[in-house]
């Protein structure tokens, strides 16, 4: 059957947000009195979530008082910290002219997704956007994919889900869709390989020699 719908993960697939992250990252560890993150161990947030990765780190009680300081410091630099990446709306414009219907499905706090999609400009493409903080079990739990394919109006055997990690690589197959991932900024490529994603891409644009 056709592909009719696509689910996007959001950074480091649609946008390079890290700029603001680290930035983030980096003032929550001086206000928590705690080491600067280094830029492998920030790297290594994107994708979890904010409580499993602090948790991770820290432990459970600090990462609640760490998750509630970084959110504050991203409230005033999550914006002008993200980039579009190259190529991306140009894609996005392309897919939307063939029909296919889009999503966001992301491990970010959902209203931060939006606000930046719509300050890139990629807003108008995203017919939904499911994320952290709505009622969803993170990513790779498949909750927030079902919801997304439901938004869609599409049928599983007519989606696949586009993303960078493996995170994104292993909700898709909890989700018993296709998983087409992108060489990127975040990807860990031994450990993406050893997991036999569907389709293995070099950029976004490249989606649209298989659509």
Known sequence: MAIRAILLDHDGTLVDSYDGIAKCMRLMCRDLGVPEMSDAEILASIGPTLE????QLWGEDMANEAVRIYRSHYKVHNVAGTHIIPGVKKTLETLAQRG???ACVSNKAWFFCKE?????GLL???????GHRQGYAPKPAPEMLFAAIKSLEAKPEEVVMVGDTTTDLLAAR???IPAWIIKG????????MKLNPDRYLEKLE???DLI
Do not use: C, W
Request: no cysteine; proline share 3%; glycine share 4%.
């Open 174 to 176: 909890n989700a018993s």
């Open 52 to 55: 499993e990765r602090f948790t």
């Open 185 to 192: 900024k975040y990807s860990q490529h031994d450990n993406i």
């Open 116 to 120: 930046q999609l719509g300050h890139v």
């Open 124 to 130: 108008p493409y995203i017919r939904a956007v499911f």
């Open 206 to 208: 490249d989606i649209l």
């Open 100 to 102: 296919i219907q889009m």
